[in-house]
């Protein structure tokens, strides 16, 4: 079976069982385990399913990342908004991490500081913060076409030698029990070790995102630690109050 055919064929079984194994993969495909787990590595990179031990699973929307052209143009007003609340939280001196994201990027025109630095991994953002003339470092990894966000083992690696007054993060859910998520499990990484280092995170969190949770936990609710900015005040925020700012 050519190589184009068997990928649809995975596909097509998993949209059928959510979860299939390797076995029946080779026996529907007349295949060889190697050939089936290149196929599955070559689908996960792709970003089409998720890998799992003895198969693979279907990707759901809790696994999915948004792209960053798509983010950048919603809730244009209400990310604003909340920028311009988080900018408020930085003091002159301070050293600060901007999280990648539509979000912290809309923070940015807000920095008025003197003599603030910034760490970031986040490529759209170091242009606009060096024209500000604002010092800042970006840490080094791989750069994730969706979100431009670099990731990695040399990202976490370059991370590790920082600290920081505050952090102020991107999330894709807040939820009482799961507590703050992203889709994708490299950068939740890269998020827990900035929270872990900072002596206070913000997380900028739209209405949207309230009482969801994706695939990838970054770390629980803990008051005075993680500190949710929003503009949003209504029944569902109500649960959060005490971590709102």
Not at 10 to 31: C, F, K, W
Not at 174 to 197: F, R, W
Not at 223 to 230: A, L, P, W
């Amino acid at each position: 079976m050519l190589t184009i055919k068997r990928h649809e064929t995975i596909l097509n079984l998993l949209e059928a069982h959510d979860v299939i194994s390797l076995q029946l993969l080779m026996e529907v495909t007349s295949s060889s385990e190697s050939t089936i787990r290149r196929d599955l590595s070559t689908l996960e990179n792709e970003g089409k399913l998720i890998r799992v031990h003895g198969g693979a699973k279907k990707l759901t929307e809790k696994h999915r990342d948004i792209a960053f052209s798509v983010k950048s143009t919603t809730k244009v007003e209400e990310k604003n908004e909340i920028a311009k609340i988080a900018a408020l939280q930085i003091k002159d001196h301070d050293c600060i991490y901007l999280d990648a994201g539509s979000s912290t990027l809309a923070m940015i025109p807000y920095l008025t500081q003197q003599h603030i630095t910034v760490v970031t991994n986040g490529a759209t953002h170091v242009p606009q913060l060096v024209d500000k003339g604002i010092e800042v470092y970006m840490i080094g990894g791989f750069i994730k076409k969706d979100t431009y966000a670099s990731i990695g083992v040399q990202a976490i690696e370059n991370l590790k030698q920082f600290r920081f007054d505050k952090a102020f993060m991107g999330a894709n859910g807040i939820h009482i029990q799961h507590g703050l998520t992203t889709p994708d499990i490299e950068e939740a990484y890269i998020k827990q070790l900035a929270v872990n280092i900072a002596q206070k995170s913000f997380f900028l969190i739209d209405d949207s995102k309230f009482d969801e949770y994706t695939f990838a936990k970054i770390c629980d609710l803990e008051k005075g630690k993680t500190i949710i900015v929003t503009n949003a005040q209504n029944e569902k925020t109500k649960p959060y109050e005490k971590y709102l700012i």
